[in-house]
């Protein structure tokens, strides 16, 4: 009884499906006809403005083709540029026999991701020393400093490099550096009292903009453990702190008083400045190294080259009050 039925409900949903597909296919062909003007328009206006007036060319000159050619040319000149830092990279290296350790590929795709664009011959140069640094000593460049490295232009490395050259560093042996700054002479950085030394406020202010220095300017680091005299041996065991590719100590000429801080107040590095630090190559800083030692000749220590004009000795254990 149901049959008949059945059978017209089911002839008008073929009908109904039939003219539903007809709608998509004239749909769809509307809009490939819409796709292939936009193209045909694209291609003519890309061979209008590539063509100079008056030059016969020869073929169709279409956007695949354009596209394939600047990523042709692009990437080309990412594997100079990669090529270039890995060569500079292994001229860096101090030693022909480096830990054999799986490299971290997190760091490794992005060192090479930031490395590839960059072109200018100084700015290579870091990238390359970071590369050889973290070949010799895994863990050395975090991921932030290869970003901060990456925003990095000539101008900010070059006020980087004299803040380098004019720091205080303090490290253990062997390990990474504790602290890092520019002392301020007893001056205030807001008054430019660095300024004499090619570090205003406004310098300052980029190198903090692109995360190579704590902001505030003035915070303090104790330093009574790189002050030593020496004793009845000839011998005193300090921590020695680093200035100007040197070691040095700090020898008192009046009352030593071993048992108080003597906190330096400067402008630190951050972490990312401290450890892009070890690529910096250092300038001779000769006003701002008279400066500091009569700095610290005013608080009655004097400077003293570690291992060649007194014979102190490196502490090996914790500092101590």
């Not at 701002?288 to 570690?306: D, G, S």
Request: aromatic share 8%; glycine share 6%; hydrophobic share 40%.
């Amino acid at each position: 009884m149901l049959a008949p039925w059945r059978a017209r409900r089911e002839a008008e949903a073929k009908k109904i499906a039939a003219r539903a597909d007809a709608n998509i296919l004239a749909v769809l062909a509307e809009g490939q006809a819409g796709a292939l003007a936009v193209i045909a328009a694209a291609q003519e206006s890309a061979r209008q403005q590539l063509t100079a007036p008056g030059v016969l060319v020869e073929g169709e000159l279409t956007i695949a083709e354009a596209v394939e050619q600047r990523v042709r040319f692009q990437e080309e000149k990412r594997q100079r540029n990669i090529s270039a830092i890995v060569s500079q990279a292994t001229e860096q290296l101090t030693t022909d026999e480096v830990e054999d350790y799986e490299p971290d590929h997190d760091w490794t795709a992005r060192f090479f991701n930031e490395a590839q664009d960059v072109s200018s011959e100084e700015m290579q140069l870091l990238w390359a020393k970071v590369l050889a640094g973290e070949v010799e000593r895994p863990g050395s460049t975090s991921l932030r400093t290869l970003s901060i490295l990456r925003d990095l232009d000539r101008q900010t490395a070059v006020l980087f490099q004299v803040f380098c050259s004019a720091a205080v560093v303090f490290s253990r042996s062997g390990e990474s550096i504790a602290d890092m700054r520019v002392p301020l002479l007893g001056g205030h950085p807001g008054a430019n009292s660095l300024a004499e030394y090619d570090m205003n406020y406004d310098a300052l202010n980029v190198l903090n903009e692109h995360g190579l220095i704590i902001s505030g300017y003035n915070s303090i680091f104790d330093y009574r453990i790189c002050i030593g005299v020496t004793d009845g041996a000839g011998n005193r065991v300090r921590f020695p702190f680093d200035f100007q590719n040197r070691r040095w100590v700090l020898e008192p000429f009046g009352q030593p008083k071993f048992d108080e801080p003597f906190d330096l107040d400067g402008v630190a590095a951050t972490r990312s400045g401290r450890e892009l630090s070890r690529v910096i190559s250092l300038e001779p800083m000769p006003k701002y190294t008279e400066a500091l030692m009569e700095f610290f000749e005013r608080h009655e220590l004097r400077m003293v080259q570690f291992g060649t004009e007194a014979p102190y000795q490196e502490w090996s254990g914790e500092p101590t009050s």
